[in-house]
């Protein structure tokens, strides 16, 4: 089980910067995502910027969210 996400920050470019219980802090980009099925909706900037950690992982008000482990394994690295 990987570590969950305790909180976050949108970016520009639809891109969420994650921080892990673990103490990591990465990047998860939405856009190949935003084609797809009800992910569709969070093109709206506005949608996408109301997104919240949810239970580990991170939800928005229309019940798009994603696995945490994906979520850890497909971020990428923040260098500090």
Same mark, same amino acid.
């Given at each position: 089980?990987?570590?969950?996400?305790? @909180?976050?920050?949108?970016?520009?470019?639809?891109?969420?910067?994650?921080?892990?219980? @673990?103490?990591?802090?990465?990047?998860?980009?939405?856009?190949?995502?935003?084609?797809?099925?009800?992910?569709?909706?969070?093109?709206?900037?506005?949608?996408?910027? @109301?997104?919240?950690?949810?239970?580990?992982?991170?939800?928005?008000?229309?019940?798009?969210?994603?696995?945490?482990?994906?979520?850890?394994?497909?971020?990428?690295?923040?260098? @500090?």
């Amino acid at each position: 089980m990987h570590p969950r996400v305790k @909180n976050l920050e949108t970016l520009d470019d639809y891109k969420l910067k994650l921080f892990f219980e @673990n103490g990591e802090i990465k990047i998860f980009d939405v856009r190949p995502f935003l084609e797809k099925g009800i992910f569709k909706e969070l093109r709206d900037k506005e949608l996408f910027k @109301n997104v919240k950690v949810f239970l580990g992982s991170v939800k928005w008000q229309n019940g798009q969210d994603f696995c945490p482990d994906t979520l850890y394994i497909e971020a990428k690295s923040q260098n @500090n």
